[in-house]
């Protein structure tokens, strides 16, 4: 069983979810196919660095990503920072030979990704990006149900993600609402993650046509400290927000399936609220990950009296079913990114193409570059050229 050594660049909320992983993922998925390595962790701020090491188990820490993909010790470059340095950062750990786990979205832009994507083939290192929530069982389950043509051919998706943490105007000017650091707001930061999730059950989306939309205009600016969403307490002085707080496109898949996608961020009363619809010929499937343990699915064929939406809970004979022995104990974030780690660490050690890979991550890019290029059209529709 070989090891990997981790070197995971930014500190905040995300290494954490990816340091547990990695601390983890041999006592779950035994015997594991590789284990990671807590070797280096890297912040802007060495005491943020320093302290993080100590606390989620890294041997060394920096304050410069550059000291961690020219580090002979390194073989996995784990990207956990703003969008902005994700390209830059991934094609020079490409460049040194370093696998790259890469948090979402992929980058800023389509043509970022495609650099990335270049990067990586050239280099032939593994690539993943961090779009976890397809690692939850029921969304797995959805994946083979579709696969297996048993709610036959799909006709359409609609799918959304909601959250309320920027709801109030109070909620600080964090990278996440900047322009030049994220690249674009909802749409990019968990628009994504549905965008994922639709190409994944369904196929590659060919057209779009949809709005962009921000509300609260300026913004407190933050005053310091790692980055905790819009939990800090902001100054007397404000911001411009330069990216949308709500997204709304419609679309067409490749295969002919029709979809909508909603993400918004200023969702009150929704804290984590990811879910899909599909229709199928032959049945339907709805996944609501607050509810994350259940699948829902009706099947056509059931008699006329008896049809409706069954209730299927995940477990021990479901993908990921070496994280806990029995159905309904409990799936939560922590577990989608252990799963995650697996997958990543079993792509690396037996030579696999690794899933969602910077490929479709260009994929998705080109959807979002697609929507917003549509709402500065008024809604045109746009192929999305993928
Ligand atoms: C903030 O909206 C955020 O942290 C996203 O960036 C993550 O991708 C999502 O999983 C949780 O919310």
């Not at 920072?81 to 040194?96: C, V």
């Not at 359409?156 to 994220?182: H, N, V």
């Not at 307490?233 to 419609?250: H, L, M, P, R």
């Not at 009150?268 to 609220?273: D, E, L, T």
Request: hydrophobic share 40%; glycine share 8%; with cysteine.
């Amino acid at each position: 069983m070989k090891n990997y050594n981790i070197g995971l660049i930014g500190a905040g909320f995300m290494a954490k979810a990816h340091s547990l992983a990695y601390a983890t993922m041999p006592m779950f998925f035994w015997p594991a196919p590789g284990i990671p390595i807590r070797k280096s962790i890297c912040d802007v701020s060495i005491d943020i660095a320093k302290d993080a090491a100590q606390k989620m188990g890294y041997e060394k820490f920096t304050d410069s990503w550059k000291d961690i993909v020219s580090d002979p010790d390194i073989d996995i470059v784990d990207i956990c920072t703003p969008n902005n340095i994700h390209a830059e950062i991934a094609i020079a750990a490409a460049k040194n030979g370093k696998h790259v786990f890469c948090e979402k979205p992929i980058a800023m832009t389509a043509q970022e990704a495609k650099d990335m994507l270049d990067a990586v083939q050239k280099a032939g290192v593994k690539h993943m990006l961090a779009f976890n929530y397809r690692r939850t069982p029921a969304v797995a389950l959805a994946k083979d149900i579709i696969t297996k043509g048993e709610i036959g051919e799909i006709q359409s998706f609609r799918g959304m993600y909601f959250q309320d943490w920027s709801a109030s105007p109070e909620s600080t000017l964090s990278w996440r609402f900047q322009k030049e650091i994220c690249g674009t707001g909802a749409l990019g930061d968990i628009g994504t993650h549905v965008i994922d999730m639709a190409q994944y059950l369904v196929g590659d989306i060919d057209m779009v046509s949809g709005f962009l939309k921000t509300y609260i205009k300026e913004r407190p600016l933050q005053e310091a400290g790692q980055d905790k969403l819009g939990a800090l307490q902001g100054g007397n002085k404000t911001g411009a927000v330069t990216v949308d707080d709500e997204t709304a496109f419609s679309m067409r898949f490749k295969n002919g399936a029709l979809g909508h996608i909603e993400a918004s961020r200023n969702a009150w009363g929704r804290n984590n609220y990811i879910a899909f619809e599909i229709h199928g010929s032959a049945g339907s499937i709805f996944f609501n990950y607050e509810r994350r343990d259940e699948l829902q699915l009706c099947y056509a064929t059931d008699p006329q009296d008896r049809r409706g939406f069954k209730t299927i809970y995940t477990g021990p004979n479901h993908a990921y079913g070496e994280l806990w022995p029995i159905a309904a104990l409990g799936i939560g974030y922590s577990e989608t990114k252990i799963a995650e780690c697996y997958d990543l660490i079993k792509a690396i050690a037996q030579d696999e193409e690794a899933t969602p890979n910077f490929n479709e991550g260009y994929k998705i890019a080109l959807v979002c570059d697609a929507v917003v290029k549509s709402d500065k059209q008024n809604g045109a529709w746009i192929f999305t050229g993928v």
